[in-house]
């Protein structure tokens, strides 16, 4: 008697279905992360001051292109591998609850938030009259975990879980597994950015809240977009996400509805 055969795919196969499985925006982003962190690689590009959120040039200079470009840079292979690997299953899940065009628009409403928060508590802490602290007018922060962070606080409240699991070690309560991590972070971690932890978390509060509400257009806005012809190739794909499947308010539903070298750089890891 010939003995059962049984088959497994290949590891490139599972790959590729676990790829094909990754809604459109957030494959994009990892996509576009990658490709950016490797020609960086390859051109041996590490002028991170030149596109790291530094909240001395924003003001002083203007160059409000470091809310976003700021996001999109990493400075080591682990930072990108880490942020992304955390991104997928983070992006996959709201991506399918809110649409792809949504949560476009949310991360980028997210960017923008972080970025003034970011600039507005740097301001005080550097210029109260009692001890003032400028070393956040210098921090010059990159990569996409400020974003992670604001999008960990909203899938904690959609979840309605009461605990949360830190790295398989400990549970904590949902509610402060945000901030949890972010005092794990800074205290395994030295060249981590506080505020722009901080200021992600604080978001991503503000969002789950509901207080971004007013500044989130209705289903229509990104129906129309979804409908018009130069995105009809994007929208015929099938990792493509429709807004009409998400929430109709245009939010998230939650579980209870409701000089250089003077610089430092520090990873948003």
Not at 87 to 95: I, K, Q
Not at 220 to 240: D, G, H
Request: with cysteine.
């Amino acid at each position: 008697m010939r003995p059962n055969v049984v088959s497994e795919a290949g590891l490139q196969t599972r790959m590729g279905q676990w790829w094909e499985g990754i809604p459109v925006l957030t494959s994009a982003v990892v996509v576009v992360c990658g490709i950016i962190y490797l020609v960086c690689l390859l051109v041996g590009y590490d002028s991170f001051a030149e596109v790291c959120f530094w909240p001395s040039a924003v003001i002083s200079r203007f160059q409000v292109y470091r809310i976003f470009s700021s996001i999109l840079f990493h400075g080591s292979l682990l930072h990108v591998l880490f942020n992304m690997l955390a991104l997928v299953p983070l992006g996959s899940e709201l991506e399918r609850i809110m649409g792809s065009v949504r949560l476009l628009y949310i991360m980028l409403l997210l960017a923008v938030s972080n970025a003034l928060l970011h600039l507005l508590i740097a301001l005080l802490v550097a210029h109260n009259p009692f001890h003032p602290y400028p070393y956040f007018m210098d921090e010059c922060a990159i990569g996409f975990s400020g974003i992670l962070f604001s999008m960990i606080v909203m899938e904690t409240s959609l979840s309605g879980a009461q605990t949360r699991s830190v790295f398989g070690l400990f549970n904590v309560p949902a509610k402060w597994y945000a901030l949890i991590l972010l005092v794990v972070f800074q205290l395994v971690m030295t060249n981590v950015s506080l505020l722009g932890h901080l200021c992600g978390i604080l978001s991503g509060f503000a969002y789950t809240y509901g207080l971004f509400n007013v500044l989130i257009p209705g289903t229509s806005f990104f129906s129309a977009i979804e409908s018009s012809t130069w995105l009809s190739t994007c929208v015929r794909r099938p990792k493509f996400i429709m807004c009409t499947g998400g929430n109709g308010a245009g939010y998230l539903p939650t579980h209870s509805n409701q000089t250089v070298t003077s610089r430092w750089i520090l990873f948003l890891v």
